[in-house]
């Protein structure tokens, strides 16, 4: 099956998202990648993927973050049948959070 998001210029843009290195350097470059829009909205299927490997109910999840059970839906089966993106993501983010 063929890698649609292997574009040369994905790939370009998944480099320059690995040379960041400060918080402040993260928030500039999202800034001025994304409109206010994109972020939220990628902001709320990160907290989306959190309560559901928290077990909360979709009503909850999108009465909290807004999204629809649509996408609510899609987020729950990048979880379950995804590349573990967000998984990983989540996990580095909890062993962070226990450190404090």
């Known amino acids: 099956m063929p890698n649609h ?3 040369p210029a994905i790939e370009y843009l998944i480099r ?3 040379t960041i290195q400060t918080k402040e350097e993260c928030r ?3 800034e001025d ?15 989306a993927a959190k309560m ?3 077990n909360y ?10 999204l629809s059970t649509a996408t609510i839906s899609r987020v ?8 573990a993106g967000y998984l990983t993501i989540l996990d580095r983010l909890e062993k962070e959070d226990r450190r404090g």
């Not at 729950?76 to 590349?83: S, Y």
């Open 76 to 83: 729950n089966r990048c979880l379950k049948f995804g590349n």
């Open 57 to 66: 109910i979709y009503s909850e999840i999108a009465e909290r973050t807004g």
């Open 52 to 54: 559901l490997k928290n």
């Open 16 to 18: 320059a998202i690995m």
């Open 5 to 7: 998001l292997s574009d």
């Open 33 to 47: 990648l994304c409109t206010e829009s994109e972020l939220l909205e990628m902001s709320r299927r990160l907290q």
């Open 28 to 30: 500039y470059f999202l």
